[in-house]
C-alpha cells in the first residue's frame, strides 16, 4: 500500500485539462513543498515532469503545472495531447532522513 | 550529457543473490545522492533506500533492511545495489536515479530486470 494516494485512472479528450490528485498526510505532502511528479511510458523509466510542488525542468512543456493545497498535491495537463497517455506518479519526500514516498500511480488515457 | 546505465537483466533462483551496477557519467559522481527504485510488473514504484557517493553514507526502507546493501566505487563513478535471499516477489525493475535537491530524480538508468525463478 503506497504512502501517497492517486486515481488509479483518468481520461480526458485532446485539447482538454485533466487533473491528478495525490493525496498524503501530515508527515509529508501537508508540510514538505517537495513533491514531484513523474511520466512513465510503458518500458522506460520514468521523467521528471514537476518538482517542488510547481517547477518545471527544463525542456517540459507549460501545458504541465503542479500544485497543493492541505494535504493533497495536484498535476494539471491542460491542452491534452495523445502523446501524454502515460502513468503519472507523484512523490513527496517525507523528511525521515531523506526518505521519499511514492504514490500508486495514475493511469492516463486520452480518448 | 548526464548518463545512469545500469547493468544487463539477471534471473536468479529463489534464496540467491543479486547484484546491479549503476555506471554514472557527465557530472560530478560525488555531487548527488544516488537512489534506488524498483518496480514490479504492472505495479508502481517503490523507494528501496539511497547511497551518499561522498561518505558511502546509506539509508535503506525498512522493508529492505537486512537484506539490501548499497556500495559505491568512486574510482569508476558507479554505484551498486545488491539484494540478497531473492524472492519471487523481488522479480522487478530495478532503477538507480539521482536525485538534485530534496525531491527531484532528474536522470534515470534505463533499468534492470531481476526475474527470480525456480
Known amino acids: 500500500q503506497s504512502a501517497l494516494t492517486q486515481p488509479r485512472s483518468v481520461s480526458g479528450s485532446p485539447g482538454q485539462s485533466v487533473t491528478i490528485s495525490c493525496t498524503g498526510t501530515?508527515?509529508?505532502?501537508?508540510?514538505?513543498?517537495?513533491v514531484s511528479w513523474y511520466q512513465q511510458y510503458p518500458g522506460k523509466a520514468p521523467k521528471v515532469m514537476i518538482f517542488?510542488?510547481?517547477k518545471r525542468p527544463s525542456g517540459v512543456p507549460d501545458r504541465f503545472s503542479g500544485s497543493k493545497s492541505g494535504n493533497t498535491a495536484s498535476l494539471t495537463i491542460s491542452g491534452l495531447q495523445a502523446e501524454d497517455e502515460a502513468d503519472y506518479y507523484c512523490c513527496s519526500y517525507t523528511g525521515r532522513y531523506t526518505d521519499v514516498a511514492f504514490g500508486g500511480g495514475t493511469k492516463l488515457t486520452v480518448l | 550529457q548526464v548518463q545512469l546505465v545500469q547493468s544487463g537483466a539477471e534471473v536468479k533462483k529463489p534464496g540467491a543473490s543479486v547484484q546491479v551496477s549503476c555506471k554514472t557519467s557527465?557530472?560530478?559522481?560525488?555531487?548527488?545522492?544516488i537512489y534506488w527504485v524498483r518496480q514490479a510488473p504492472g505495479q508502481g514504484l517503490e523507494w528501496m533506500g539511497w547511497i551518499n557517493p561522498n561518505s558511502g553514507g546509506t539509508n535503506y526502507a525498512q522493508k529492505f533492511q537486512g537484506r539490501v546493501t548499497m556500495t559505491r566505487d568512486t574510482s569508476i563513478s558507479t554505484a551498486y545495489m545488491g539484494l540478497s535471499r531473492l524472492r519471487s516477489d523481488d522479480t522487478a525493475v530495478y532503477y538507480c536515479?539521482?536525485?538534485?535537491?530534496?525531491?527531484?530524480?532528474?536522470?534515470w538508468g534505463q533499468g534492470t530486470l531481476v526475474t527470480v525463478s525456480s
Open positions: 517542488d510542488v510547481t
Open positions: 557527465g557530472y560530478t559522481f560525488n555531487g548527488y545522492y
Open positions: 536515479a539521482r536525485i538534485s535537491g530534496y525531491n527531484s530524480f532528474d536522470y
Open positions: 501530515d508527515s509529508d505532502v501537508v508540510i514538505y513543498t517537495y
